[in-house]
């Protein structure tokens, strides 16, 4: 697979409704919804650890990603994202991958799977962990 072209990734972010008022716009919302995608593509799975990502960038990069300032902290992100909607949120990342050279996406062979953390290590059942293995296809 050869390296994404970004700026198509921020013409599609632009379809995405951007649902904060003026006092939540402090940092452009391309530009975080671009380190959540990329973070998430580099294996990080959660904000504080996307957020702690890209405050290590070079201060080059975080601006070439839309970043004025320094990058925002992790429960930022997790506004940002709660504010969007999850279903444009997904049609804009399939449409950008869709643009990828060697990226095929067949509708049928995706799924998700929604784990509840509990559950998952345990912590449910007294000092058991769950040996339910998680799968997640993308």
């Not at 960038?57 to 839309?66: F, N, P, V």
């Not at 994202?81 to 050279?101: G, S, V």
Request: proline residues 4%; neutral net charge; hydrophobic residues 35%.
């Amino acid at each position: 697979m050869q390296p994404a072209d970004l700026c198509d990734l921020f013409s599609i972010l632009d379809q995405i409704t951007d649902h904060r008022g003026r006092q939540g716009q402090r940092h452009t919302f391309n530009a975080m919804l671009a380190a959540i995608i990329c973070g998430t593509l580099s294996g990080i799975r959660s904000m504080r650890m996307i957020a702690k990502w890209v405050r290590q960038l070079e201060r080059s990069t975080y601006h070439w990603l839309g970043f004025k300032r320094i990058p925002p902290c992790a429960n930022t992100y997790t506004d940002l994202l709660k504010k969007i909607c999850p279903e444009e949120f997904e049609q804009a990342i399939r449409e950008w991958m869709c643009t990828l050279e060697g990226v095929e996406i067949d509708n049928d062979s995706l799924c998700a799977t929604s784990i509840e953390g509990n559950t998952l290590c345990g912590s449910l059942q007294t000092h058991q962990r769950n040996t339910v293995q998680p799968t997640v296809c993308i």
